[in-house]
């Protein structure tokens, strides 16, 4: 996640470098894909991004694309969207959803959500600090469901008492020490690895493939 994020950051700055006008950005929907087709492999994804950035350069492939009806596209809106959002519940079997606790965080998060989303939404001019800019920045901020729902269930989470049962840390506390006895090379680069492994120095670097090792000595 730390490389992915890495990337994705890296792309924003060279869409702005090129003056592409747009910023790179992973998509949830390719989650319901690998769900679905149980293809998580990374050649997979470099192949189809080899074939999108041909297509790109064919016009009449855009115009193909383009010419999709709306109704197939709403089917597969209709589709995809539930199934992200199955996705997303899917990530929280670590916790214990027969408690009281986790049932409130989960409903009220959801429900706060989609309740100042759509207010701020409805009402754009009601932000007002003085300073335009903090405001837009507010306006989006507040008109973005899952980022409203996602800080109401962190600050729940991390304030209403739980056990770490309740909380799923004991799981995934378990998932973690069986990782690091094993050293996972799933992720690792595919030339350069005996260069990194050998330097300590990419131990202390969040991207590189090492970067667990140190925290684990220091007692993650």
Not at 85 to 104: D, K, P, W, Y
Not at 190 to 200: A, F, H, L, S
């Amino acid at each position: 996640m730390n490389r992915g994020i890495f990337v994705q950051g890296l792309g924003c700055v060279l869409s702005g470098i090129w003056g592409s006008g747009n910023g790179s950005t992973s998509y949830s929907n390719n989650i319901g894909t690998i769900t679905i087709t149980k293809v998580a492999s990374r050649r997979v994804v470099q192949v189809a991004g080899l074939i999108m950035i041909s297509l790109s350069l064919v016009g009449k492939a855009g115009a193909i694309f383009i010419g999709i009806p709306d109704p197939i596209l709403g089917g597969m809106f209709c589709f995809i969207f539930p199934l992200i959002t199955a996705v997303g519940i899917q990530t929280l079997s670590e916790i214990c959803l027969e408690s009281s606790r986790n049932i409130f965080i989960i409903s009220f998060a959801l429900f706060n959500g989609l309740a100042v989303s759509q207010w701020a939404a409805s009402n754009p001019n009601s932000i007002k600090t003085g300073s335009t800019d903090f405001d837009s920045l507010l306006q989006i901020l507040l008109s973005t469901g899952m980022f409203i729902a996602g800080v109401t269930g962190f600050i729940l989470d991390n304030t209403v008492a739980g056990t770490d049962r309740e909380r799923g840390l004991t799981e995934r506390n378990a998932t973690e020490e069986t990782s690091s006895k094993i050293r996972d090379t799933t992720y690792d680069l595919p030339w350069g690895m005996e260069y990194i492994q050998k330097t300590k120095f990419f131990q202390w670097i969040p991207i590189s493939p090492t970067y667990n090792d140190i925290l684990n000595k220091l007692g993650r």
